[in-house]
Structure formats: structure tokens, C-alpha cells
């Protein structure tokens, strides 16, 4: 009988955790994004909704996150394949990320995407007190989020995302030969 109490305790436990993860994902999905003000490295400023019409993805990320790291290539990948059909990539540094540090990891690894500086945590705090890296957002050209992403994106469902979030002639002539 003991057995018993202990499976089903560990199967509630299970589901308790499973709806609480559902919970702080889901009710961004279908949510406007945050109007949040935007610095970037280079010093221009603008907001979230400066860039309406296009795809967006938000990642918080920072210099001492592996997996960040980690992500940087695919983020390139992904900026350089989609960056002239529209899509905007901004990572935004955290606050306790020293500026100094990043400017030297975007450098030292050619990031060719918008890099934010959250000198004030205010981004994060305005997309659910975001505290984990990596954390990325994708939002739709309407300005809603489409998904949130606690640690490594999943870059091949990505990449799916945003082709159907492009113009279709741009995806065409991405997988037309010689582009």
C-alpha cells in the first residue's frame, strides 16, 4: 500500500510542476508584447513598437550563460539567413552583465544582431521579470508573442516559425538556388 501513496504522490508531484511550467509560459501566448524602450550597444534608441510589420525574436542572454554562448552561432545563422527579409533579432544583455564584458564577447564572436543593454533590468521586468538566460520571446508582426523559450531555442522549429511569419516570395527566394 505504501508503494501505492508513493507512486501517486510523484505522479501529483509530476503534474503539479508540469501545470506550473504550462502556467508561466502560456499566458504570454497571444499577449502584445511589452512597449519597452530599447538602447543597443552602439547607443540607438527605439522601442518594440518601432518594429511592427516584422518578426521579432527578444533573447535575454548574458556572458557567463553556456548556453547563451552556445546559442550565439545559431543566432547568427538565423539573423544572416533572415536579416534582409525582415526579421529583427535583439539580444539584450542582462543588467548585471557588465558593458564592457558584452562589447568584448559581441567582438570576439561577429554578432551581427541588434545587442541591448539592460542597464536597468527595466526589459526584463516588463517581459515577466525575466532572471534566466537563456530566455527568448518570438513575437509576431502584429506585436503579440508567439512563444517563450526558457534555455536553448530549438533553432530548426524556429527557423519553421519564421518562414511563416515572412512574405512568401522573400522565403521563396531564400530557397531558390544561388541565394
Known sequence: MTKRKDVWFILL?????????????APWQGERAPEVRVETLDGERFTLGDLRGKPVIVAFWATTCPECVREIPHFKAL?????DQGLELIAVAMEYDPESQVRAMVEDRDMPYTIALDRDGSIARAFGDVRLTPTTFLIGPDGKILSQRLGMVDMDRMRERIAGLLPADQVAALDSPGS
Open 13 to 25: 508531484f509530476v503534474v503539479v510542476v508540469a501545470t506550473a511550467a504550462v502556467v508561466w509560459v
Open 79 to 83: 539573423y544572416e539567413d533572415y536579416g
